[in-house]
């Protein structure tokens, strides 16, 4: 292959926030003194803006403690925090990230609500609780609403039955609970039979790219992460339907056990041997069989773990997002063709038997939902691609590989997943700024010129530059020179 490769994990922009997020969590404080109960009428605002997390509740044994976590330099998120690590096993991920400001408050009135004036009036996030009476931390990490004088009754609202990215041991892993990472574009469920991975594209559309069925599976499963090591599933009946060893496995209690959906989509378990995460079970080993690892269009090269293109786009490569080809204005496109290509989950796509390569690439072609096809050769298969071209990777001469590609998209970064889009975006609002910048400064010379002619005009964030940009382009240019 003929192409510039460039290291997997060595992304700059992803190593520089790396380092960002590594030197805040040093500041991350002990929650030592941190009360264990909030009560009705209890409110809270983001105090000093340099710690990483503000604790607000501790559970007795003072390892998990829950409070605003700061995201980005600027936003923050509820989350309940394993405190010898600084990790956070349970993060709220509303819908909007809030400020880490003045005006986000957090209160207790029956219901947990998060609320950021500078946002909108009403709540951002809530537990949508029927009025709970306190709120407690318990020592498996578990966030609980709580009525008083009714110990044994189930919490009102439990963390538990809303996770985010991880599950601890103990905690129950149903249909109704599925992981998910912080941009939403993967998740692990637990269905009919078996446990999957799945990238995800606009609500709709999704690729399934690892499943492992249960042995003894019986219906819907439910599954629990055992403290000695390894993770239960449940047939509906409560019985075993497989029990999966992580390494950990009958080496008797070793420490705190996770499952975490890793960002890049990877499903990973650990146990913290009192110092570190050790690393006790990873679902896919190879990372060019993560369909996010190059990006869309991308090309993977299996045990080297280095990407190019499979089609090139303006910065990175080939950008899609979701859809298909079907309908007016969507139903031109081209293709290439790629030899040794393929991914690791043929197995987990539609496949129809054909006679030649032709016949698989005409059955893509003619269907407009379809936007690639895998053909072999040697079982003359056909697998197509029901969602946008993710990674491939270079296999061997026995895979055929055709792909659409959306008419007039040709280099055009439209989102996606791929790492490229960090920089994409990086760009966009380096652009913004710069426009913004440069519309102030021509807005400064006007405001001066406009003095002088006695009239104080109100200086407006946003509104210089719209006024400007009806302007000739001259006058703008010698006005910021002023
Ligand atoms: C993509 O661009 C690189 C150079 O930036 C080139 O070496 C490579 O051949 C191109 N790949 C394709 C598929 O056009
Ligand atoms: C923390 O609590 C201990 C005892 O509960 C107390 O002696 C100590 O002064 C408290 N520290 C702070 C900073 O409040
Ligand atoms: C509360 O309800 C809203 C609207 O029904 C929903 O979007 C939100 O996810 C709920 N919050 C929780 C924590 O379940
Ligand atoms: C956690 O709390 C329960 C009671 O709620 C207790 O039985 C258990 O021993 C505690 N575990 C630890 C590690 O403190
Ligand atoms: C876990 O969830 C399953 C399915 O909803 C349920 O049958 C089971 O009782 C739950 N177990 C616990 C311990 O909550
Ligand atoms: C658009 O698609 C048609 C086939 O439907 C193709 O012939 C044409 O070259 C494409 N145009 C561009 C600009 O890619
Ligand atoms: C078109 O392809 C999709 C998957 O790519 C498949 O589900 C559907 O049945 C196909 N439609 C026809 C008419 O072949
Ligand atoms: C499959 O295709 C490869 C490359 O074109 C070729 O070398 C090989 O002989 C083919 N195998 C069969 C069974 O047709």
Redesign the pocket.
């Known amino acids: 292959m003929k192409s510039t490769e460039k290291g997997l994990h060595m992304d700059p922009f992803v190593l520089f926030c790396t380092v960002i997020v590594l030197s805040l969590v040093q500041g991350a404080a002990g929650a030592s003194n941190t009360t264990t109960q909030l009560s009705n009428g209890f409110t809270a605002t983001p105090g000093k803006n340099d710690a990483e997390f503000e604790p607000l509740l501790a559970d007795p044994t003072g390892v998990f403690a829950f409070g605003f976590w700061h995201v980005g330099s600027t936003k923050l998120d509820l989350a309940v925090i394993h405190l010898p690590s600084s990790q956070p096993v349970w993060r709220a991920v509303p819908f909007n990230p809030v400020n880490w400001a003045a005006t986000t408050t957090l209160s207790f009135d029956g219901n947990l609500v998060l609320t950021d004036t500078a946002i909108q009036k009403d709540p951002i ?4 609780a029927t009025m709970g009476d306190f709120v407690v931390l318990r020592n498996t990490s578990n966030l609980e609403i709580n009525h008083f004088g009714n110990d044994n009754a189930p919490p009102v609202w439990q963390s538990f039955d ?1 996770p985010f990215d991880t599950l601890v041991q103990g905690q129950n892993f149903t249909a109704l609970t599925p992981l998910f990472t912080a941009n939403k574009r993967y998740t692990f469920r637990i269905g009919i039979g078996n446990i999957a991975l799945y990238m995800l594209f606009g609500g709709s559309q999704e690729i399934n790219y690892w499943k492992h069925s249960a042995v003894e599976a019986d219906g819907q499963l439910y599954g629990v992460v055992d403290p000695q090591g390894f993770f239960y599933l449940h047939n509906p009946d409560g019985s075993k339907a497989e029990q999966i060893p992580f390494n950990s496995f009958n080496r008797g209690f070793v420490g705190l056990h996770r499952v975490t959906l890793q960002s890049d989509g990877n499903l990973n378990a650990y146990y913290w041997d009192d110092k570190q995460w050790v690393l006790d079970y990873t679902a896919i080993s190879e990372p060019c069989a993560l369909p996010g690892t190059c990006g869309s269009y991308g090309l993977c090269f299996p045990g080297q773990h280095t990407c190019s293109c499979l089609v090139n786009g303006t910065d990175g490569c080939l950008q899609t997002d979701s859809g298909d080809f079907c309908g007016k204005g969507n139903s031109d496109f081209s293709f290439v063709r790629r030899a040794g290509v393929t991914v690791e989950y043929t197995d987990l796509m539609l496949s129809i038997p054909v006679e030649s390569l032709d016949d698989c690439e005409k059955t893509c072609q003619s269907n407009c939902s379809c936007w690639g096809a895998l053909y072999v050769n040697t079982s003359k298969h056909c697998y197509l691609m029901d969602s946008p071209i993710q990674t491939v990777e270079v296999s061997g001469n026995s895979y055929q590989g055709y792909f659409k590609l959306r008419n007039g998209s040709g280099g055009k970064s439209s989102g996606g997943s791929g790492g490229k889009k960090g920089h994409g975006v990086m760009i966009g609002l380096l652009v913004t700024l710069t426009i913004v910048f440069v519309a102030l400064a021509a807005y400064g010379g006007y405001f001066f010129w406009d003095r002088r002619r006695n009239r104080l005009p109100r200086v407006q964030l946003g509104g210089p530059t719209q006024e400007m940009v009806q302007g000739p382009y001259k006058d703008l240019h010698t006005m910021s020179n002023t």
């Open positions: 996030w809530s537990t949508n809303h």
